[in-house]
């Protein structure tokens, strides 16, 4: 059978963050829980008609904050996607969540019904920073948040951390860092604020630090992280031996996914590869609740490289040739005259076959991208 992970998106939050660009709502009255469960049955059902036989090899139910839901429901909702789709063994299920929604029993409850990792959004450690960013929980909280998964049997979880904040030092910066490396986290995603287009930040700019220094801060705070056993793997994860997110790099492997909820988005090679389509689904929650018939869009083959590169180049280990034919169903040449032009340029270099970003192209990924676009 055919590999294919599934994306679930829960798209309410306690209250909407000034920096989120993502698909969230802030919750006013009651989410209609039980109404969205079965919604999110009948998508998979309808999706899983354009497909061959296949398997599901990971689970990710992000948001939004998922952690609004009860592990009824989502036992329920566990339990309705087995019986539509076989589920692989040892299948990665992570659930995302945020420190204000952390209750003992309830966490207890999630690892209980076969959720066996957590994403917990922590962004900082600093109470300041926290209030800066909008976040709903102080430190305190995460820490608690952080003991209760270890004491729900959650073994593998990650921390995920801002850097770049307003009025962030890079003391503060690498304080948060060490605080995450002593709560054990197998995996730890450390990415830097930016100021996204439809966001309250985009629109009213809070004061960020001096590029010069973020990067500094950056690379100090990346030692850190390497000295305490957490390695990079792509451009904003790190993680301990055999704890990558398997959802994630099948993302930027440019393998096949489903994605169901409001605002989900999903990739599917229809049939042979190269016939490679994209779909999203209803973005408002109550029209969802109504319509979610996918929108399907194809990759045309002069984007496929572009589309191709912009997922591998984010791992440190690059793709191969062959690789990049059988998932595109293209032949080599058509990454060139780019790929050429970034080997001579020092962006990109060649290891076993595989091509990768060099430090420099490391640093410069939105240029190397360039090169690609039709």
């Known amino acids: 059978m055919k590999s294919l992970a599934l994306y679930i998106h829960i798209p309410w939050c306690i209250k909407k963050c000034p920096y989120?660009?993502?698909?969230?709502?802030?919750v006013s009255g009651e989410t209609p829980e039980k109404q969205y469960i079965e919604t999110l049955l009948n998508d998979l059902s309808r999706d899983l008609q354009l497909i061959s036989k296949s398997a599901i090899s990971s689970i990710f139910i992000g948001g939004g904050t998922p952690s609004l839901f009860s592990a009824e429901s989502f036992d329920t909702l566990l339990?309705?996607?087995?019986?539509?789709?076989?589920?692989?063994?040892?299948?990665?299920?992570?659930?995302e969540a945020n420190p204000g929604t952390f209750e003992s029993q309830k966490f207890a409850d999630y690892r209980a019904i076969g959720i066996n990792r957590l994403s917990i959004g922590i962004q900082s450690f600093n109470n300041l920073h926290l209030k800066n960013l909008g976040r709903v929980h102080s430190s305190e909280e995460a820490l608690a948040a952080v003991e209760i998964a270890h004491k729900a049997g959650f073994d593998n979880f990650n921390l995920d951390l801002m850097f770049g904040l307003p009025g962030q030092t890079n003391s503060e910066m690498l304080t948060d860092i060490q605080t995450a490396i002593k709560l054990q986290p197998s995996h730890i995603s450390f990415y830097q604020l930016t100021l996204e287009p439809n966001t309250?930040?985009?629109?009213?700019?809070?004061?960020?630090?001096?590029?010069?220094?973020?990067?500094?801060?950056?690379?100090?705070?990346?030692?850190?992280?390497?000295?305490?056993?957490y390695l990079?793997?792509?451009?904003?994860?790190?993680?301990?031996?055999?704890?990558?997110?398997?959802?994630?790099?099948?993302y930027w492997e440019f393998g096949d996914y489903l994605g169901i909820g409001a605002g989900a988005h999903g990739k599917l090679s229809i049939s042979r590869p190269g016939n490679?389509?994209?779909?999203?689904?209803?973005?408002?929650?109550d029209k969802y609740l109504k319509d979610n018939k996918a929108t399907l869009a194809k990759i045309s083959v002069i984007d496929m490289?572009?589309?191709y590169v912009m997922n591998q180049l984010r791992l440190k280990a690059g793709f191969t040739l062959k690789q990049y034919e059988m998932h595109t169903g293209l032949e080599a040449k058509s990454l060139q005259p780019a790929l050429s032009d970034c080997l001579k340029e020092g962006l990109l270099m060649r290891?076993?076959?595989?091509y990768l970003c060099s430090e420099k192209g490391w640093d410069f990924l939105d240029h190397i991208l360039e090169k690609f676009m039709p």
């Open 79 to 95: 339990q309705g996607i087995s019986s539509l789709i076989p589920l692989q063994e040892n299948l990665e299920i992570t659930l």
């Open 351 to 354: 290891q076993n076959d595989h």
């Open 200 to 229: 309250y930040f985009h629109k009213f700019p809070p004061k960020l630090p001096e590029s010069d220094n973020i990067y500094t801060g950056q690379l100090q705070a990346q030692k850190v992280l390497a000295d305490a056993g």
């Open 232 to 250: 990079q793997y792509e451009i904003s994860a790190y993680a301990k031996d055999n704890a990558k997110c398997r959802h994630n790099l099948n």
């Open 305 to 307: 490289p572009l589309e």
């Open 20 to 26: 989120c660009d993502f698909n969230s709502h802030a």
């Open 276 to 285: 490679i389509v994209r779909s999203v689904k209803n973005k408002s929650p």
